[in-house]
């Protein structure tokens, strides 16, 4: 599940992790591209901008924006043009999911332009994309009822899925709307704990294979229960985390050694043996009277 030798931030493990909701905290997802080196900027509502080197990839963490588009990260050909592609996680996403994406496009970004500006195979982009979808086959997801132009997975409960367009879809939409070649969600219907992810149509197979991977991961995610929605409750399963167990004191060692039982000491223990010794002469047998 975790490390044991790591501080647990939660009290319970979530399960299915895609219920687990988000941590509220945006440090761990900007932590691969701060290794970088790249910029940190904040305006004075207090959002957050993280710029690349040279300038083509942005991150944007905007609790104060305009929607509930709480990440968005953006990648430039040219850094004084168009996006290139665009992904986003709205304010209910797990945190988990944004740093599995972070962290292949810190890595991606170290591999260079052809890593980080891929875009899916000129031939078939379908069967290219179909590499960001084997995770959630392979995890149990299922294929739903074929609509027109949309290739779409849902979890066995229901409670999560993933939609992908085909076709041709309007570039500018694709980054301010929801209508995006890539979508989902995870959650209950109703309610504020619906969390939902997109990316744009040339977003890297491999930045998206890293959502999908994390959000079909069986691994539970820990949470404090009180700071999960009604929501998530009703639905996720909850396992205690039990807490380590206390380093002994010194005075605990001293008690535990004081309280050992004494060694075993050497001592002669008889056994029977095949030889004859003169301490081991058995007396002669009476003889039998005569007749």
């Not at 078939?124 to 960001?132: G, I, K, S, V, W």
Request: glycine share 8%; with cysteine.
């Amino acid at each position: 599940m975790t490390d044991p030798d790591l501080d647990i931030d939660g009290d319970v493990y979530v399960f299915p992790r895609y219920l687990a909701g988000t941590t509220g905290i945006g440090d761990p997802a900007l932590a691969p591209l701060m290794q970088l080196g790249w910029e940190l900027t904040h305006d004075d509502l207090g959002n957050a901008y993280l710029n690349a080197t040279d300038h083509k990839v942005r991150l944007g963490f905007l609790p104060e924006g305009d929607d509930d588009g709480l990440w968005r990260i953006n990648a430039y050909a040219d850094r004084f043009g168009p996006p290139a592609w665009g992904v986003s996680f709205n304010d209910s996403c797990p945190t988990e999911f944004v740093t599995a994406f972070t962290t292949a496009l810190a890595q991606a970004y170290q591999d260079g332009p052809e890593h980080y500006l891929a875009r899916p195979g000129p031939t078939d982009t379908e069967l290219d994309a179909f590499n960001a979808v084997v995770p959630l086959i392979n995890r149990g997801w299922k294929i739903q009822h074929p609509r027109w132009g949309v290739l779409e997975l849902q979890t066995p409960d229901g409670m999560a899925g993933l939609e992908y367009a085909t076709g041709r879809l309007d570039a500018e939409r694709e980054l301010t709307t929801l209508e995006a070649r890539w979508y989902m969600w995870g959650g209950p219907k109703n309610g504020y704990a619906r969390w939902y992810a997109t990316a744009s149509t040339n977003t890297p197979t491999a930045l998206v294979k890293a959502i999908t991977q994390s959000v079909s991961d069986p691994a539970p995610l820990p949470r404090w229960k009180d700071f999960l929605s009604r929501g998530l409750r009703e639905h996720a399963q909850l396992v205690p985390i039990a807490p380590p167990p206390p380093v002994p004191t010194p005075l605990d060692v001293h008690r535990t050694a004081s309280r050992r039982r004494p060694a075993l000491t050497t001592r002669s223990v008889p056994r029977w043996s095949t030889t004859t010794t003169p301490s081991a002469i058995l007396p002669a047998r009476p003889s039998r009277p005569r007749r």
